[in-house]
Every structure is written in structure tokens, then in C-alpha cells.
């Protein structure tokens, strides 16, 4: 199986980007995106498509098994992870590789997405003791839970940028595991959160709704979410808060 790829590339942040084009081959039916940049970093000898030396592609991974969300990246337009992409979707393409647009970049694929974690930082969103969600509601705990901050979601929301208030889509997973799990009364600070930096920012357009790579069902948390932190608070007559 031959594939042309079509990978941007700049060695650090202030370099102006160029595309370098070349053809990888497997006979691996079962190849994806991951698997071609691994071998092409493994070969010091790869050549592009003008005979010139690829050298090291600068690209985040870790499992390689759809768990940890590090190998994001943008694909022929679209934010996926690069090991659960298969080559063979493409029929020898051109595929494109970019790094993900909203987040700053370290070089080549790779970006700086510690954004993500600040804003959960600035929501507060960990648990102060170990609880556990019980009855209708494990099932939303567990569903929340799969989220792998891989920053897919916010690449493609028009209201999310590194900086801004809204912390986004990346944030609802963790801020609902909290709500589904934490006794009522410890619920207050998480609810402002999900207000101040979810809900204000949101602007409903519901891009993330098909990209998330864990399959996590988006309108389902958020209806839950505006229920527990937004609609309960203004009319149910034990949830203000």
C-alpha cells in the first residue's frame, strides 16, 4: 500500500511553515497516520518526494491505542488522532498533516495544549475526597469519564481560543463527572464554574457534536449539565445555589 502524505512542517514556532511531500509504503493493510510517521522517524535515510532528507517529524504520542488523545492532529482538515486513522481510507490520498490550529505550536504536529489543564485548573474541577457516583447517575460519571483532552473538540468550536474564558467542550467531561458524583451540597463552586466557563461561552453551535475520538455523546452532557448547574439553580426549589 502506497500512500502520499503532505506533512507542514516548521522546526520551532517563529519559522515560517512549508509542506513537505512524501510517499510512504507498508504492506500493512492495517497501517494508520501514526504508524507511517513512526517509520518514517525511525529511517535517518527516508527521503521526501525531491530525493531530499525528511529527518525527525516532531509529532506527541504515547499508547498509540485511542486512550491518552496526544497524537491529535489535524488530517486532511479534520482533528483526529493519528493512530486511529487507517491509511487505507485515503487510497493512496494526498493526506494532510497539520498540527491543531488553536493551540500554540512547538514545532512540526506538535502543540502546546497546557491550556486545557489550566482551565480545569482555574475551574477547579478534582475531587477534594474520594466519592462515587451511585444509581442514574454512574452511567453519566462513566460516560464524562472517557474524555481524553485531546483538544479535537475545541479545534473545530468557533468560541474556543487559548486564553479565553470559555474553556470549552474539553471541559465538560471532567466538570460533569464532578457534578454527577459529588454530594448535593458540595456542588456550589462546581456549578459557578460550569456557568462562568462553559455555559456563558457556549454559543450552542454544536461543531463537537461528530468529532470527539471516544464517541462521547456531547448533547448528552450538556443537557445534563444545564439541568444540574443551570435550570435546577433558577427553578428547582432545593437547587439554588
Excluded at 479534520?78 to 491543531?100: I, Q, Y
Aim: proline residues 6%.
Amino acid at each position: 500500500m502506497k500512500t502520499i502524505l503532505k506533512v507542514l512542517r516548521r522546526k520551532d514556532p517563529d519559522q515560517k511553515a512549508w509542506w513537505q511531500e512524501m510517499i510512504f509504503e507498508t504492506e500493512d493493510e492495517n497501517a494508520s497516520v501514526a504508524t507511517a510517521l513512526t517509520a518514517i522517524c525511525a529511517d535517518p535515510s527516508f527521503q521526501d518526494a525531491k530525493g531530499q532528507p525528511v529527518g525527525e517529524i516532531v509529532w506527541d504520542c504515547s499508547c498509540l491505542q485511542k486512550k491518552c488523545g496526544a497524537c491529535a492532529m489535524v488530517i486532511n482538515g479534520r482533528p483526529r488522532l493519528a493512530c486511529d486513522t487507517p491509511l487505507r481510507e485515503f487510497k493512496g490520498g494526498p493526506v494532510t498533516l497539520e498540527p491543531l490550529r488553536k493551540f500554540p505550536v512547538v514545532a512540526d504536529l506538535a502543540v502546546d495544549r497546557s491550556i486545557l489543564y489550566e482551565n480545569l485548573k482555574t475551574m477547579k474541577v478534582w475531587y477534594e475526597e474520594a466519592v462515587r457516583a451511585e444509581g442514574p447517575m454512574l452511567d453519566l460519571a462513566y460516560a464524562s469519564s472517557r474524555c481524553l483532552q485531546c483538544g479535537c473538540c475545541l479545534e473545530v468550536c468557533p468560541n474556543f481560543y487559548a486564553g479565553g474564558t470559555f474553556a470549552g467542550t474539553a471541559a465538560l467531561g471532567p466538570t460533569v463527572r464532578l457534578l454527577a458524583s459529588l454530594p448535593e451540597g458540595q456542588k456550589k463552586e462546581v456549578r459557578k464554574a460550569y456557568r462562568d466557563h462553559i455555559y456563558e461561552g457556549c454559543g450552542k453551535s454544536l461543531a463537537c457534536r461528530n468529532i470527539c475520538p471516544a464517541g462521547i455523546d456531547v448533547d448528552e452532557l450538556l443537557v445534563n449539565a444545564n439541568a444540574m448547574a443551570v435550570w435546577k439553580r433558577l427553578f428547582g426549589p432545593k437547587g439554588r445555589s
